[in-house]
């Protein structure tokens, strides 16, 4: 299961850029979008890494992430039962517009603490945020 999550604003983005964002359902900042592992969505990703960060995220993070941030689209409270429906949703490679009852798009806050290293124009790699991580769980966990 992979979890990207848009990081920086929509200023001076070219067109092609603005659109794979829209596909992907993330449109504004700090929202996040859980994606089955699959070269479609890798390529949206790759084509978005300047922009966003991703990574893969483990059951217990992303089930405590539904928890606190999905949202029902009749704005009533999130039942286990229905968290344990989404995830098994995500297991089968379906997304969460597949799930009728809730919101597509988790809307995060800004990280406690604010983001660590070089900030948000710099790569992961570079001690920035931006781009792949192998676990974004610590990341998700500020944002909750």
Known sequence: MMIAIRVRGKVGLRKGIIDTFKMLRMER???AVLLPENPIYRGMIKKVKDYTVFGNINDETLKELLKKRLVRKDKAEVSDKLVDKVIKNLKEGKLLKDVEEIK????????????????????????????????????VKKMM
Do not use: C, N, T, Y
């Open 29 to 31: 900042s700090h929202s």
């Open 104 to 139: 597509p798009v988790i809307r995060l806050h800004p990280p406690r603490g604010g983001f660590r290293g070089k900030g948000i124009k710099k790569a992961f790699k570079q001690g920035g945020v931006l781009g792949f991580r192998e676990s974004v769980d610590e990341l």
